[in-house]
């Protein structure tokens, strides 16, 4: 099949319709806006006459290339009006029934050729396209809002969607202006399906009372450099919006322990408290801005310091944290064992402090641990036992934080929160590349683009290492017991042959 595509229809022109309109008129498609309500599509195109106008002013576009998009905007009544249309994409309610009632009353409209393009988010596009008589035309045609900002668009085939209307998909999202990556019609697709990793994860971190939402939010904000924490991020979202889609993750994948949702975020959606948008989440909201500093623990003053004990099983990271030490003013012993009045300062991967402290032989009472899985020039995170004293844990506390680095301490868990979230983040991911859902490299831009992640997943996995990932996974699984932990076949075999995650295997066929 050859398709050249220069006619777009819209139905429904709300924010997301609006933005596909905006950028196919852009990029020089002829655009016909339509929505049942009355007036809407008219005031669709208003919005975006005022958008270019804005975009002028900011010196974004020229007069004339606004013009001449704005000229592409065509308003019609009724749907017949759709008929001539290369492509039709629907931005209406995610509503299973709607969907398929619109798409079979396009379907006595327009040609054979057309293309009928769903922007589902959550929908099978299988069962969209299953009341069709011709459901090879139907793809899914997922966009991210902003539209004119996320550049991504997941192009999503049916069981039966045709490779040819897949092609010339992914080809249009190129002339839009996004990259275009392919999925398989699975639930979340890609970005939502790879996205729930982060979130679920920090959830079970703060139901553990691990430590408080500003401090998690800040150990992956500053030490992982992602731009918003997991619980700022519930919060801009609205738990209205991400709970229900926790939840349904979670049952279309069979109760899948890697996407169980949290009592936490149900009992707040209860309550009613689901951030920004109702001045109360897991922070407290005034005029859209938050009304109370996220504050962790001060720096406390240390006379005196007690000499440090490293226990660390590899020898060149050991070699790294003495240097930071002793750059920072403290004594290092470099005794088999500590002596009786030392800090004892482990760097363990995956485990608790409890197990390092017994697996090392030292005494938890004098015991800390370091978080050594992102380095430590942007942040540290200090990991106490149950019975570390006050007196050590403050002396720690003080020692990294001298150099003006942001310190965080918490309360014992497997995995601290970096090796916790990122192995989770990046284990998903190989599950999904496992499952043939999305190649490699489209699964890194759908995330990168869609999600707005420092790296892609899956080249995350590489720089942080594939076996110590594995070695996180593994020991954590073993020490809880929870299958959320498990680590992906995709993941075991490229860290066991040391290639990378990124690495497409051999065709079969």
Same mark, same amino acid.
């Given at each position: ?196 990793? *982060?979130?679920? %994860? /920090?959830?079970?971190?703060? +139901?553990? @009372? !691990?430590?408080? &939402?500003?401090?998690?939010? =800040? ?63 897991? *922070?407290?909201? %005034? /005029?859209?801005?938050?009304? +109370?500093? @996220? !504050?962790?623990? &001060?720096?406390?003053?240390? =006379? ?72 430590? +020039? ?132």
């Amino acid at each position: 099949m050859s398709i050249e595509v220069n006619r777009m229809g819209i139905v429904g022109t709300g924010v997301m319709g609006a933005g596909i309109a905006q950028i196919a008129a852009q990029a020089g498609l002829e655009v016909h806006l339509f929505d049942k309500r009355e007036g809407a599509a008219s005031a669709a195109r208003d919005g975006l006459q005022a958008t270019f106008d804005k975009l002028v002013n900011k010196g974004k576009v020229s007069r004339a290339s606004a013009d001449a998009a704005l000229s592409r905007l065509k308003v019609v009544n009724a749907m017949a009006e759709l008929a001539d249309c290369d492509v039709v994409v629907e931005a209406v309610i995610e509503d299973l029934s709607v969907k398929q009632n619109l798409f079979t009353e396009l379907e006595a409209i327009v040609s054979e050729n057309c293309i009928l393009a769903t922007n589902t988010s959550s929908l099978s596009v299988t069962a969209i396209a299953s009341v069709l008589k011709l459901p090879g035309r139907v793809s899914g045609f997922h966009f991210f809002n902003p539209v004119p900002l996320m550049k991504v668009v997941e192009v999503i085939g049916g069981i039966d969607t045709s490779e040819a209307i897949l092609d010339i998909l992914l080809e249009l999202a190129n002339r839009l202006g996004h990259t275009g990556v392919h999925a398989k019609d699975t639930p979340g697709f890609i970005v939502n399906h790879a996205g729930r990793a *982060y979130g679920t %994860e /920090g959830l079970k971190i703060l +139901e553990e @009372s !691990v430590a408080a &939402p500003a401090d998690i939010d =800040r150990i992956l904000r500053e030490g992982a450099g992602f731009r918003m924490g997991p619980l700022e991020l519930f919060d801009l979202t609205g738990l209205d919006v991400s709970h229900p889609a926790m939840e349904s993750i979670f049952t279309q994948f069979y109760h899948d322990p890697r996407y169980r949702p949290s009592y936490i975020s149900r009992q707040m959606l209860n309550g009613n408290r689901l951030g920004r948008k109702t001045g109360v989440g897991f *922070y407290r909201y %005034e /005029g859209g801005q938050k009304a +109370e500093a @996220s !504050v962790s623990l &001060p720096v406390p003053e240390v =006379r005196d310091v007690p000499p440090i004990w490293v226990g660390c099983e590899d020898t060149s990271l050991r070699e790294e944290v003495v240097k930071l030490l002793e750059a920072l003013g403290g004594r290092v012993e470099s005794l088999d064992s500590p002596s009786e009045k030392a800090l004892c300062l482990l760097l363990p991967f995956g485990d608790d402090a409890v197990s390092a402290s017994k697996h090392f032989g030292v005494d938890p009472e004098r015991t800390l641990c370091l978080d050594a899985l992102l380095g430590f +020039e942007r942040h540290r995170t200090l990991m106490m036992t149950p019975v570390t004293c006050e007196e050590m844990r403050d002396a720690a506390h003080a020692l990294l934080a001298s150099d003006g680095i942001g310190v965080t301490v918490i309360r014992d868990s497997v995995g601290f929160v970096s090796q916790r979230v990122l192995a989770a983040v990046v284990n998903l991911a190989c599950e999904i590349a496992q499952h043939e859902i999305a190649t490699p490299t489209d699964i890194d831009n759908a995330v990168r683009l869609g999600l707005n992640y420092p790296h892609g997943p899956l080249a995350w996995g590489d720089e942080l290492g594939p076996k110590r990932l594995l070695a996180i996974l593994e020991r954590m699984k073993e020490r809880t017991g929870d299958p959320r932990y498990r680590p992906s076949p995709w993941l075991r075999r490229r860290a066991t042959l040391g290639v990378s995650l990124l690495h497409q295997e051999p065709c079969i066929r």
